[in-house]
């Protein structure tokens, strides 16, 4: 079956830097998506990866590596704005996304 | 700004009602999409739309219909509601391009008890 693995939750401090990781088994790639989602509001678009390396925008960066089936989430800087839960997703060979559960991120002044 | 707008942030249905959840794109784009999302789990694909009068049934059908009249407004529709539907509903929409990096555009999502 298809599967996206991320952790339930993660804690980091106001100011420091946060990984969040993403694992994947999926029936063909074609791309990878950072969502990001504020409590009781629709998730925005944060990142698309379809080739490996390293995509950064900003404070936030993505990485891909393709034959470990392996992506993460780097954010910098980290402000108490950027609490909120954190979806990766995966588009299959049929262009379908496959979700994980997401990675609600908590930031302590 | 790009909206995907949905008709209710809340609502409180009880069991065997039909409940009707509106969604409304100004962006123009052709891919419509529902999705639930419950705690713990990834979003689930419930249907989703190409174009106007077309449908396709994603992971988690059973229960839910839709219909698209017009091509910005997308409707679930829940005929006899049940308790095992209480969830958040997302609605997006993308545009038609259908490469990779077909970027969803969420509602706010509407919250769904059914008592």
């Known amino acids: 079956g298809q599967n996206i693995d991320q952790p339930t939750e993660m804690t980091a401090t106001e100011g420091a830097i946060v990984q969040i990781n993403c694992t994947y088994q999926?029936?063909?790639?074609?791309?990878l998506f950072w969502y990001q989602q504020h409590a009781g509001e629709a998730p925005t678009f944060l990142s698309y990866?379809?080739l490996d390396g390293l995509e950064e925008k900003g404070r936030f960066s993505s990485f891909l590596s393709r034959s470990k089936g392996y992506s993460y989430l780097l954010l910098k800087e980290l402000q108490m704005k950027d609490s909120a839960s954190y979806l990766c997703a995966v588009m299959d060979s049929n262009y379908q996304l496959i979700w994980g559960a997401g990675t609600k991120l908590i930031i302590k002044p | 700004d790009v909206k995907v707008t949905q008709s209710s942030r809340y609502l409180v249905k009880r069991t065997g009602e039909k409940v009707f959840l509106e969604c409304v794109q100004d962006m123009d784009h052709e891919n419509m999409f529902w999705y639930r999302q419950d705690p713990g789990l990834g979003l689930r694909l419930i249907y989703f739309?190409?174009?106007?009068?077309?449908?396709e049934k994603g992971d988690i059908p059973e229960g839910y219909s839709v219909s698209r009249e017009k091509k910005e407004r997308f409707s679930l529709i829940l005929e006899s509601a049940s308790t095992n539907q209480t969830s958040m509903y997302l609605c997006a929409s993308s545009l038609g391009d259908n490469s990779g990096a077909n970027v969803l555009t969420f509602g706010a999502g509407s919250r769904l008890t059914v008592l």
């Open positions: 990866n379809v």
């Open positions: 999926t029936s063909g790639f074609n791309g």
């Open positions: 739309s190409y174009d106007v009068k077309m449908k």
